[in-house]
């Protein structure tokens, strides 16, 4: 049973323009989520986190935004660079000892 | 410097050995996992032990046995490898087990078992 869905396995986008990555999950225990990047041959690396208080969160180029109703949250870069290019794994874990949960990752290409 | 480090990086071996790789962290950190990434890409977590003491099992077969000697390294040793372990094997740490503590991942263990 896959508790994160990210449902998009690939994604384009021209530099300059709005990169939009989507994650759904069915667990409501989860109450913190989390973005990671990996890129080939490299471990996943932290971009960005937001906890279920909050509805949104900003950090330079990148926002995550939280629907708990719809038990979905995105991704937003802006402006995308080439240099974002990488797999891109949603993240989720419950209270208590943190055992992340991630989705398949979406593969965004940035194109110059 | 790297913060956490594990070696080998690949390794091919054959089934029904034994292989173990190693994961140290020079973070400081109190916390660290063992992540498993399989062929359709799924990563799923596998153990963790917060100051030495395993707190997180995942249902792994018992020929799994992680080992920490101390709060920088958590040491992963598998028994009687079958194809089905060929993945790649993450160790994270983390400032402490709860919620919200950034977890930090190796560049991962590739093991390819023929």
């Known amino acids: 049973d896959q508790q994160v869905k990210q449902n998009s396995p690939s994604l384009s986008v021209q530099e300059g323009r709005i990169s939009i990555l989507n994650c759904d999950y069915t667990?409501?225990?989860?109450?913190?989520f989390l973005w990671y990047k990996k890129y080939p041959a490299e471990g996943p690396t932290f971009l960005i986190s937001i906890s279920s208080i909050k509805d949104k969160n900003e950090d330079g180029r990148f926002t995550v935004f939280l629907n708990k109703s719809a038990k979905h949250l995105s991704l937003h870069i802006v402006p995308s660079q080439p240099g974002d290019s990488a797999v891109y794994f949603c993240a989720a874990t419950d209270t208590g000892f943190q055992k992340l949960v991630f989705g398949t990752g979406t593969r965004l290409l940035v194109s110059p | 410097d790297t913060a956490v480090s594990q070696t080998p990086k690949y390794l091919v071996t054959q089934m029904g050995n034994d292989k173990s790789i190693k994961c140290e962290q020079n973070l400081g950190h109190d916390t660290m996992y063992w992540y498993k990434q399989d062929s359709k890409k799924f990563l799923k977590i596998m153990f963790s032990?917060?100051?030495?003491?395993?707190?997180i099992n995942e249902t792994v077969p018992n020929r799994f046995s992680p080992k920490s000697p101390d709060k920088a390294h958590l040491n992963l040793h598998i028994n009687s490898l079958e194809l089905g372990d060929s993945a790649v094997y993450f160790c994270?740490?983390?400032?402490?087990?709860?919620?919200?503590?950034?977890?930090?991942f190796g560049e991962g263990s590739w093991l390819t078992v023929v």
């Open positions: 994270a740490s983390s400032q402490n087990a709860g919620a919200g503590n950034t977890i930090y």
């Open positions: 667990n409501s225990m989860f109450d913190y």
């Open positions: 032990y917060n100051n030495k003491e395993l707190i």
